[in-house]
């Protein structure tokens, strides 16, 4: 299906578009980016405009196509499939990897991904929520209403970030933290509940989950299995 663009918007060269987005009126996507299919990108949002970093050129690159050097033009944006962007987002350009946003997320209005950052799919960003450069956002997260993520935060899959919450240091997987500086105060137990597990299989999981503890043996739904598995053998730093 054909990509529905408002006449307002601009697309630089540089971008690949898939099919079936609807990009909105005023919304200024510059390359280098890709975007998968069926995206809805909603007016004033900006994909692909420079990271914030003072030593980094800026190009314009709206009206310019990427010169091929990833160290003037930025080293891309890649967004999956799906995804609603709403008014006002920004997703900026990286500096030193590929910013990436999966597929299936809500991004509310006025939120930001930084330079760098990876995003998972299924995550929701609510709006006013703020990313710094270098986060690692894992699957099915949720960051609330002007929740604020320090540069190289990783956000745990299924996590959820109250409101207003300032995050300087790492959550872990479907737990759940408030406040600033955000602290983790219990388990995901709704998120892990709506993934098909039972009272006692959460109750098995919560030492692992709260850091005390190994990855215990239970069943888990092949998905789950995959990205719980996969948070386990992370590194513990990353950059």
């Known amino acids: 299906m054909a990509n529905r663009i408002h006449p307002t918007a601009v697309i630089g060269e540089g971008v ?123 699957d099915g997260a949720n960051l609330g209403m002007g929740a604020i993520l320090h540069q190289k935060v990783v956000i745990g899959p299924g996590a959820m970030i109250g409101m207003g919450s300032a995050v300087r240091r790492e959550i872990g997987a479907f737990t759940i933290a408030v406040g600033n500086p955000a602290r983790v105060t219990g388990v995901n137990v709704v998120g892990l509940s709506r993934r098909g597990l039972d009272e006692a299989t959460i109750e098995a999981l919560g030492p692992w989950l709260k850091g005390k503890g190994g990855l215990p043996d239970v069943a888990l739904p092949g998905d789950l299995s995959t990205l719980v598995k996969a948070w386990d053998a992370r590194p513990r730093e990353e950059h």
């Not at 510059?30 to 003072?54: C, K, Q």
């Not at 299936?104 to 799919?121: E, K, P, T, W």
């Open 16 to 138: 690949e578009l898939g099919e079936d987005n609807v990009i909105g009126p005023f919304a200024v996507i510059v390359g280098p980016t890709r975007i998968g299919d069926g995206n809805w990108i909603g007016p004033h949002v900006t994909i692909g405009t420079p990271g914030e970093d003072r030593n980094r050129p800026h190009p314009a690159a709206w009206e310019a196509a990427p010169v091929g050097d990833p160290d003037h033009d930025g080293h891309g944006v890649v967004i999956g499939s799906r995804n609603r962007i709403r008014e006002y987002v920004s997703v900026h350009q990286g500096t030193w990897r590929t910013t990436t946003v999966g597929s299936d997320g809500y991004f509310l209005r006025n939120s930001h991904i930084a330079h760098d950052c990876l995003v998972g799919d299924g995550v929701t960003v609510a709006s006013n929520a703020v990313t710094g450069g270098h986060c690692h956002i894992w």
